[in-house]
DNA sequence: AACGCGAGCAACCGCTCCTCC
DNA sequence: GGGAGGAGCGGTTGCTCGCGT
């Protein structure tokens, strides 16, 4: 006997997210935890399928998610690991916990894929047209210029590959703050952006920015006597914001813009009235239940799930993904392992991996 | 001011693998 | 053990916005 589908295919709404549709879903996976996709629209009411549930979680809403521009340390990873896994865009996102697979694809297929081609066209494209062709599943676009290549530098050059692939992978994970790297990264690249733990107040501040620009575009947001408080009427008991919101009994959802948001986030759910706030450092507490901890994101390498108890507890929960973990985990050992080894000779390669590189901007 | 075009990005689609019954 | 459904992933689409003509 099977399962009931995970959704009906008629009456499911379609197209960009709302305001509301967001706070839903966040204050549900405050509650219940992400997991049970299948559930998530009859127990709140969207109208979605449970995949556009889940990827508007795991893509926008879900904690610790960076938005904006890539910085160049993030591109040099993203070419590095690119190189190496391939469109492996959820292998790739696990080693910058920040970012989402869908913005890294994103990135890669509007950014990075042009600049890689115009260095080619510039004549830098030795390692880069291989791994384009590789990429792209052409293997005849460079037939004419490997048939030049006997086996053996055919070979020779696999080789180099490979090795260069070690380096990237090495350097990536020297750069990034990894929790088994203990080597120094740049002053310069250990910015804010990425630490080693992330709060949810990031996602709060998402969906603040989001409520403060829909606000701005709504006709409706006249009611607003304030340009730092904004109040959204919801279906459900929903409160978040400044302590000094409104009833949450009034379904009222109040947004305070700015520092305020940002330093405060809490929702009231009318299930079971547990309040969670969460402060800037990750702090949380629940005023019912006395429950006070740290909320934190584990940023390396697997992106870590939450589920939430009644009692406001977040425990962790580590993805399955045998695909990524399980190779990822070995390549790691497998590079640390050898790094040791060859320590010297990679001093000397990995210059010329990183003057390569750096070539490429 | 109107139109066309391209870039960027959010979301959907379809496939594969895994889990559950 | 087999089938059905769930979850996750990568590719693709289509909408929005900015810029140039």
């Not at 706030?277 to 584990?298: K, L, R």
């Amino acid at each position: 006997m099977g399962r009931p589908p995970c959704c009906e295919k008629t009456g499911v709404k379609k197209g960009p997210w709302t305001p509301e549709e967001d706070i839903i879903l966040v204050s549900y996976i405050q509650e219940h935890g992400p997991g049970n996709w299948r559930n998530v629209p009859s127990n709140t009411g969207l109208l979605r399928c449970s995949k556009s549930c889940r990827l508007r979680w795991t893509n926008y809403l879900r904690p610790g998610i960076k938005r904006g521009n890539f910085t160049e340390h993030e591109e040099k990873m993203i070419i590095h690991l690119q190189a190496l896994l391939g469109n492996r865009w959820a292998a790739i996102a696990s080693y910058l916990p920040q970012r989402t697979d869908n913005d890294i694809k994103n990135y890669w297929n509007t950014h990075l894929k042009k600049k890689l081609n115009s260095k080619k066209v510039e004549g830098h494209d030795d390692g880069i047209h291989d791994e384009k062709n590789q990429q792209e599943g052409n293997s005849t676009s460079s037939s004419s210029s490997q048939s030049k290549i006997s086996k053996g530098q055919w070979e020779r050059r696999l080789q180099t590959d490979i090795h260069t692939a070690k380096q990237a992978l090495c350097e990536a994970l020297s750069l990034d703050s990894a929790p088994n790297n203990k080597n120094n990264p740049t002053p310069e690249e250990q910015q804010p952006a990425v630490p080693t733990s992330t709060t949810y107040a990031s996602s709060a501040e998402n969906i603040a920015k989001l409520l403060q620009n829909w606000m701005k575009n709504s006709p409706k947001s006249s009611s607003s006597n304030s340009s730092k408080i904004t109040q959204v009427s919801l279906n459900n008991n929903l409160s978040m914001g400044a302590a000094s919101s409104s009833s949450p009994s009034e379904g009222t959802v109040n947004v305070t813009a700015g520092q305020g948001l940002d330093s405060l986030f809490s929702f009231n759910s009318s299930n079971n009235n547990s309040e969670v706030s969460v402060d800037e450092g990750g702090n949380f507490s629940t005023p019912e239940n006395n429950n006070a901890g740290i909320f934190q994101v584990e940023s390396k390498p697997i992106l870590p799930d939450f589920k939430a108890d009644n009692n406001g507890n977040f425990q962790e929960e580590r993805k399955q993904n045998v695909d990524t973990q399980v190779p990822l985990t070995l390549l790691e050992k497998w590079l640390l392992d050898d790094a040791n080894a060859q320590a010297e000779q990679e001093d000397h390669l990995m210059g010329i991996a990183l003057s390569e590189t750096a070539d490429l901007f």
